[in-house]
Nanobody, 125 residues
Framework: VQLQASGGGLVQAGGSLRLPCVGSGGTLRRYSVGWFRQASGKERECVAAISWSGGIIYYKDSVKGRFTISRDSAKNTVYLQMNSLKPEDTADYYC???????????????????WGQGTQVTVSS
């Protein structure tokens, strides 16, 4: 499975961005998909994830109500819609898939076995 993340950029606080994660070589709807971020000097963290069935959706507490993860199966794409962005959202954002659909660990980076390249998001104050 290859993943292509894009959509990052420079945005003012309060603004919005939508990050697409396009899959190839595999059907994303068969897998759990997560969006992660890594800020400079910090560990990678999960900001949102969706199970293969869509029945489980995870959001990091600090992004609840602002970020939305969604699938477009026809486009083999998973989106991260980010609204009301804050300077602390500044980071490199990555999408990843867990082809084993590990139960109970949807927010754990170590269970994801395919990763896309990062897309940089910078939020200015």
């Amino acid at each position: 499975v290859q993943l292509q993340a894009s959509g990052g950029g420079l945005v003012q606080a309060g603004g919005s961005l939508r990050l697409p994660c396009v899959g190839s070589g595999g059907t994303l709807r068969r897998y759990s998909v997560g969006w992660f971020r890594q800020a400079s000097g910090k560990e990678r963290e999960c900001v949102a994830a969706i199970s293969w069935s869509g029945g489980i959706i995870y959001y990091k507490d600090s992004v609840k109500g602002r970020f939305t993860i969604s699938r477009d199966s026809a486009k083999n794409t998973v989106y991260l819609q980010m609204n009301s962005l804050k300077p602390e959202d500044t980071a490199d954002y990555y999408c990843a898939v867990d082809t084993r659909n590990t139960v109970g660990r949807i927010s754990v980076p170590e269970v994801y076995d395919y990763w896309g390249q990062g897309t940089q998001v910078t939020v200015s104050s």
